[in-house]
């Protein structure tokens, strides 16, 4: 007994903790008298609790609660950009994105640092901020690596992005070449996520081409793609990957995002083959995985959501096993988000979930803002 009180004190300590340094680090947007300089910090705020109900969860395990902090920082002098992102949570704390470009021509950017991957749909246009997305769960094949996610979400090196009109329309094109983080075992005795993960690193690259119906709409729909070698010597020993120390990973997706009047849609199907390398035979596998979110808004206040995300071929992939064995295969939605003041949300949601080696029904609730 009291060492459950003990641990319900710890969290609750870490979610204060997280909630005051987001309000000690008040955004603010600074403007230079002589206007050449731009620059803007933006806060994302969020913190939830959910409660499992599964056959094998532990007799009197709490519920899980979490709370983020992130801060989102950008200067503009001129054709020069500078991009900034970190996040402090309950449970780690990481630089996201560290990035300096320089805009070549109007709405065409070369940048150089660590960015989101441009083939994931949902990361790359809505960031990790849960005030961003109107569910409080990202889908599974877009989480963040360490967080039961399947492929890499941020890359460290060169990235081109350009926006050209095609009529009233537009095209959109992105294209990375850089090192993706390598699998890790997830530290719970480290609070740091490392910039830049351990182990040998090699060059890939990244893609995304997009049509956007309306030059400066948010509507989108498009391709993805992507090829990444990951070193594996943190899973070498794993029985699943028959002595296996990397991975080529070759991504091809498509995506659709999209609103129309009061209903908006963000589907998304991926199809990942992976190739272990420096293994006693060859070992060649590959898995389907995809989801549809559909949502309704009411009055301008509330937003009703139900998604649905499945995947072929998971359970038989030794690399899911092995690196992400939480990985959520199946897992069906519905929630209710109410905007109940300017910039600040109130989410409920339950889901339907089937990993790789469980299934369980799960109840979240989250309040989000952003501080503009």
Request: without cysteine.
């Amino acid at each position: 007994m009291a060492g459950r009180v003990f641990a319900n004190w710890a969290l609750t300590r870490r979610i204060l903790v997280v909630v005051l340094l987001a309000a000690a680090l008040v955004p603010m947007r600074l403007r230079a008298s002589d206007g050449e300089d731009d620059s803007s910090l933006l806060g994302f705020l969020s913190a939830r609790g959910s409660e499992r109900f599964d056959a094998d969860r532990p007799s009197g395990r709490p519920a899980h609660g979490i709370a983020i902090a992130d801060a989102l920082y950008t200067y503009t002098r001129g054709k020069l950009r500078l991009l900034a992102e970190g996040a402090v949570a309950t449970d780690d704390a990481e630089i996201d994105r560290l990035q300096i470009g320089w805009e070549a021509v109007p709405d065409t950017f070369v940048w150089l640092g660590k960015f989101h991957e441009p083939a994931s749909s949902w990361n790359f246009g809505r960031d990790h901020g849960h005030y961003l997305q109107t569910a409080i769960s990202t889908p599974a094949i877009e989480k963040w690596a360490d967080d039961a996610g399947a492929l890499p979400e941020n890359i460290t090196g060169v990235l081109f992005d350009s926006r050209r009109p095609m009529g009233s329309a537009a095209v959109q094109v992105s294209l990375a070449v850089g090192v993706a983080p390598n699998p890790v075992q997830k530290d719970h005795g480290s609070y740091w996520v490392h910039p830049v993960s351990g182990g040998s690193h090699r060059v890939g690259w990244s893609a995304r081409l997009a049509l956007l119906p309306d030059y400066v709409g948010s509507n989108s729909f498009g391709l993805l793609g992507a090829q990444h070698k990951l070193d594996l010597d943190d899973f070498a020993a794993d029985g699943f990957l028959n002595g296996a120390r990397g991975v080529d990973e070759t991504v091809y997706g498509a995506y659709a995002d999209g609103d129309w009047d009061q209903w908006s849609l963000h589907a998304a199907v991926y199809d990942v083959d992976l190739s272990l390398r420096e293994t006693a035979s060859a070992r060649n596998e590959s898995f389907v995985a995809g989801y549809a979110q559909l949502e309704r808004r009411f009055a301008d206040r509330y937003t009703a959501f139900v998604r649905h995300e499945d995947s072929a071929r998971t359970q038989e992939s030794s690399y899911l096993h092995a690196v992400q064995n939480r990985f959520a295969v199946r897992r069906s939605l519905i929630g209710v988000r109410w905007d109940f003041a300017r910039h600040q949300a109130i989410t409920l949601e339950t889901s339907r979930t089937t990993t790789l080696s469980n299934r369980f029904t799960r109840i979240s609730l989250q309040w989000s803002a952003v501080v503009p």
